[in-house]
């Protein structure tokens, strides 16, 4: 198990969580916050970070996605598009201020993106994301304002064009943005995926709260 893993959360789903809900309060820009965030965490949690970023930015996956994702998931509280942000434009700037961090603790860093070891699990991801399709997208537009189109389609293009990984953590928070509520029976197989994920126990235990 490596450091990352020791994070509540970690990567591209943890720094979401930074922009949630009263990120302006912090005060300066969200280029800023996004700044701090490199430079105050540790270099494994930037190198986490790194990946995710990476990975997503030079897939497949089309630019609406990603915004899509990001918005979503910060309920709207740091909206890509109504920032001025592109979705791959925010990514790139993620990498290039993640690689500036890590070249610091070592001139010689290279940014590398490691082979997949999670892609048997995709269908398993695929399957968790239908299932919460419907609801998802009814809680979605009970959101009224906050409501962002798109989200369990730009799901499974993660899972299947990027990682599955990232796709379930991204799915969590997804979830928490816009419901549904989940059963006993889907909170156990998300705590079984935590485990195949090699995620400390506290990853998914934070998303009990879902189960009605």
């Given at each position: 198990?490596?450091?990352?893993?020791?994070?509540?959360?970690?990567?591209?789903?943890?720094?979401?969580?930074?922009?949630?809900?009263?990120?302006?309060?912090?005060?300066?820009?969200?280029?800023?916050?996004?700044?701090?965030?490199?430079?105050?965490?540790?270099?494994?949690?930037?190198?986490?970070?790194?990946?995710?970023?990476?990975?997503?930015?030079?897939?497949?996956?089309?630019?609406?996605?990603?915004?899509?994702?990001?918005?979503?998931?910060?309920?709207?509280?740091?909206?890509?598009?109504?920032?001025?942000?592109?979705?791959?434009?925010w990514l790139r700037q993620i990498v290039e201020l993640c690689q500036?961090?890590?070249?610091?603790?070592?001139?010689?860093?290279?940014?590398?993106?490691?082979?997949?070891?999670?892609?048997?699990?995709?269908?398993?991801?695929?399957?968790?994301?239908?299932?919460?399709?419907?609801?998802?997208?009814?809680?979605?537009?009970?959101?009224?304002?906050?409501?962002?189109?798109?989200?369990?389609?730009?799901?499974?293009?993660?899972?299947?064009?990027?990682?599955?990984?990232?796709?379930?953590?991204?799915?969590?928070?997804?979830?928490?943005?816009?419901?549904?509520?989940?059963?006993?029976?889907?909170?156990?197989?998300?705590?079984?995926?935590?485990?195949?994920?090699?995620?400390?126990?506290?990853?998914?235990?934070?998303?009990?709260?879902?189960?009605?």
């Amino acid at each position: 198990m490596t450091e990352r893993y020791r994070e509540l959360d970690f990567g591209l789903s943890n720094l979401i969580r930074t922009f949630q809900q009263g990120w302006r309060e912090r005060g300066g820009s969200d280029l800023d916050l996004l700044r701090a965030y490199a430079v105050g965490n540790p270099p494994e949690v930037v190198q986490a970070l790194l990946v995710d970023a990476l990975r997503l930015a030079d897939s497949a996956v089309p630019t609406w996605a990603i915004e899509a994702l990001w918005s979503a998931a910060t309920d709207r509280c740091h909206d890509l598009a109504a920032e001025g942000w592109e979705g791959r434009d925010w990514l790139r700037q993620i990498v290039e201020l993640c690689q500036e961090r890590l070249l610091k603790e070592d001139p010689t860093y290279r940014a590398s993106v490691p082979r997949d070891a999670y892609a048997h699990l995709t269908g398993a991801v695929l399957d968790e994301i239908m299932l919460v399709s419907t609801g998802m997208l009814a809680g979605a537009l009970r959101a009224n304002w906050h409501y962002v189109p798109g989200v369990v389609p730009a799901l499974n293009l993660v899972a299947t064009q990027v990682s599955c990984e990232l796709a379930f953590r991204l799915l969590l928070l997804e979830l928490t943005a816009y419901g549904p509520g989940i059963t006993r029976a889907q909170y156990d197989r998300y705590v079984a995926l935590g485990a195949k994920f090699e995620y400390g126990e506290l990853l998914v235990e934070g998303y009990e709260h879902l189960v009605e």
